[in-house]
């Protein structure tokens, strides 16, 4: 009968303990949850963020295109005589000025045609002196009633046939020492010569059927670049002519730039200088040619460019950076901060990308402050830690 309180006195007191303990525990904890906030949840740091203000600057739209580079002019040359090139006068791939001797046929056999259409000529010439002493004194003889009337005629007919004979063997010395002067080739234009197809020793073909293609010339400088631009975009640069608000380049040069794909920017200055008359139905493009200076002879027809053009006329525009500008299902937005450092959501309307910033169309003032830094920790209507910088990265400020 004693032991069984004895036994049950330390479980009893383990009970209590354990109780008083976890008392203790909750007191302590929610007074530590007290301390850190009134409301019950900890106290959130205020955002930092780097702002900005919008660059104002007059602006210019641009349309870009793709296209080709070709040369202003580009030659074949072919013969205009047959026979064996007995020399190549220049050297390959390298620059030709018009006039340039570049291939010499064998002019033996031409020098012998003309030799022989001086004979000709000389014998025609003998001939129609003749006859015009014969039809002379035909006329006195028919005077003295010496010949008869045919024999008259006959005799100045046959001066005058013996003249055209000289006319007919001059014009075939003046071929004789054409075709003479056509062994020597010469250059047609100034510009860059691709390689001799036809080396020394070998027969080509002249004339105008199956000839011989001897090599070609390019013209490198001015340099075209041709370009097919689309119907909507035509319809829309005759519009703001009819509009005056930009000049068509069916009626003058304008403005245009170009850029190689390995290039950055637009390093190429040039105009519009040619619009065809024509759309290509196939394609709906209207084929449209811009030249560009080309003194340093760097860029050659083939290669693929791009090129801009006004695509409207100027306007006051504002130009953020583009990693400040996020996106709203499909539409784009700022953070811009009030007078109390506040962040408002702010939708905005986009341009292009221009020298590395984003035009911004609709949707921002010049004097506001544009979050440009610290995007993911802003939240609408969040007071925030600002400090201020420029808007042009400090890397391309010029």
């Known amino acids: 009968m004693l032991r069984a309180p004895l036994l049950q006195i330390p479980h009893i007191f383990t009970w209590r303990q354990a109780f008083m303990g976890m008392l203790i525990l909750t007191s302590l904890t929610a007074c530590k949850r007290g301390a850190t906030s009134p409301g019950g949840s900890p106290a959130a740091a205020t955002p930092e963020v780097t702002v900005a203000k919008p660059i104002a600057r007059r602006l210019k739209d641009w349309d870009e295109f793709t296209g080709r580079l070709t040369a202003r002019e580009r030659v074949e040359v072919y ?51 003749l006859a015009g002493v014969e039809a002379k004194n035909a006329k006195a003889l028919r005077q003295g009633q010496a010949i008869s009337v045919e024999e008259s005629e006959r005799r100045i007919k046959s001066a005058t046939g013996e003249l055209a004979g000289v006319r007919g063997a001059e014009a075939a010395l003046r071929t004789a020492k054409l075709d003479l002067e056509f062994t020597e080739i010469r250059a047609p234009i100034s510009g860059r010569i691709s390689d001799a197809r036809v080396t020394e020793g070998n027969l080509v073909s002249g004339g105008t059927q199956n000839t011989t293609l001897l090599t070609t010339i390019v013209e ?63 394609t709906g493009t209207i084929r449209t040619r811009a030249v560009f200076p080309n003194a340093d002879r760097l860029m050659a027809p083939g290669f693929f460019a791009k090129v801009r053009i006004p695509g409207g006329g100027e306007y006051e525009g504002l130009l953020i950076r583009d990693s400040a500008v996020a996106d709203d299902q499909g539409s784009s937005f700022v953070w811009v901060l009030d007078k109390e450092d506040k962040a408002v959501y702010r939708p905005i309307t986009l341009g292009p ?24 920790s802003v939240r609408n209507g969040v007071k925030v830690n600002a400090t201020l910088t420029d808007m042009l990265p400090a890397a391309t400020t010029k």
């Open 220 to 282: 490198l400088d001015p340099i075209y670049c041709e370009i097919e631009a689309d119907e909507r975009s035509v319809l829309k640069y005759r519009e703001m002519h009819k509009h005056g608000e930009r000049v068509s380049a069916l009626f003058a040069r304008i403005p245009a730039e170009m850029a190689l794909i390995n290039e950055e920017g637009w390093p190429h200055q040039g105009e519009v200088d040619f619009v065809d008359n024509q759309l290509n139905p196939a």
């Open 353 to 376: 990308l221009l020298d590395g910033l984003r035009v911004v169309r609709t949707g921002l003032k010049a004097d506001e402050r544009v979050v440009v830094l610290g995007l993911m």
């Open 79 to 129: 013969s205009r005589v047959s026979g064996y090139i007995t020399k190549v006068s220049f050297k390959e791939g390298t620059e030709v000025k018009a006039g340039d001797l570049l291939f010499t046929i064998d002019p033996r056999p031409y020098q012998a045609l003309v030799e022989r259409a001086e004979a000709m000529l000389s014998q025609a010439k003998t001939a129609a002196e």
